[in-house]
Antibody, heavy 120, light 107 residues
Framework: QLQLQESGPGLVKPSETLSLTCSVS??????????WGWIRQPPGKGLEWIGN???????YYNPSLKSRVTTSIDTSKNQFSLELTSVTVADTAVYYC????????????WGKGTTVSVSS | DTQMTQSPSSLSASVGDRVTITCRAS??????LNWYQQKPGKAPKLLIY???SLQSGVPSRFSGGGSGTDFTLTINSLQPDDFATYYC?????????FGPGTKVDIK
């Protein structure tokens, strides 16, 4: 059974870089059938798609974050990563990683989420 | 961006009720519409993809319909486990966008 687990610092200072990793178990990240995605949810608010990465390194980003976001994948470690630069308080959220079906882009397996707070 | 709206924003219902949630896209998205259920403190769970396909393991009381700009999620015979927030998501255009959510609570 495929499982995803986010990891990374729970507290980041304003203007610094948020870095998270999603470790995948129970299946390979090197698959042509899926992308690997990041989604976030600010406290008490809705869901915002951040971006997807394919096993080849192909990426798609939300334009609202594109200038600050980088996603990457390491298929040898079976994990993928998110970097968000120049964070502000507005980036405080629960960050989820998810498996994203190719073509239809529905997200069928999610990690439990990790809370990241931006504060000095 | 394709804007997604949902109605109602919240509703109160009883166990056994039939509940329908509506999702509308700001432009046509064919049938590229997914539904997720989220409970407090938990990750979203995929219920329906491509407007009407039931995700494996999801009870058959959940069903989806619609195409173009207007979509529905119906829960037949609401169960105690169904009280949650429901989100629609369009995957026709980038960026992928979610609706604001519909909270279903106990009457």
């Amino acid at each position: 059974q495929l499982q995803l687990q986010e990891s990374g610092p729970g507290l980041v200072k304003p203007s610094e870089t948020l870095s998270l990793t999603c470790s995948v178990s129970g299946g390979p990240t090197k698959t042509s059938s899926y992308y690997w995605g990041w989604i976030r949810q600010p406290p008490g608010k809705g869901l915002e798609w951040i971006g997807n990465v394919y096993y080849t390194g192909l990426t798609y980003y939300n334009p609202s974050l594109k200038s600050r976001v980088t996603t990457s994948i390491d298929t040898s470690k079976n994990q993928f990563s998110l970097e968000l630069t120049s964070v502000t308080v507005a980036d405080t959220a629960v960050y989820y990683c998810a498996r994203v079906r190719d073509f239809s882009y529905h997200m069928d397996v999610w990690g439990k989420g990790t809370t990241v707070s931006v504060s000095s | 961006d394709t804007q997604m709206t949902q109605s109602p924003s919240s509703l109160s219902a009883s166990v056994g009720d039939r509940v329908t949630i509506t999702c509308r896209a700001s432009q046509t998205i064919s049938r590229s519409l997914n539904w997720y259920q989220q409970k407090p403190g938990k990750a979203p769970k995929l219920l329906i993809y491509s407007a009407s396909s039931l995700q494996s393991g999801v009870p058959s009381r959940f069903s989806g319909g619609g195409s173009g700009t207007d979509f529905t999620l119906t829960i037949n015979s609401l169960q105690p486990d169904d009280f949650a927030t429901y989100y629609c998501q369009q995957t026709y255009n980038m960026p992928l966008t979610f609706g604001p959510g519909t909270k279903v609570d106990i009457k």
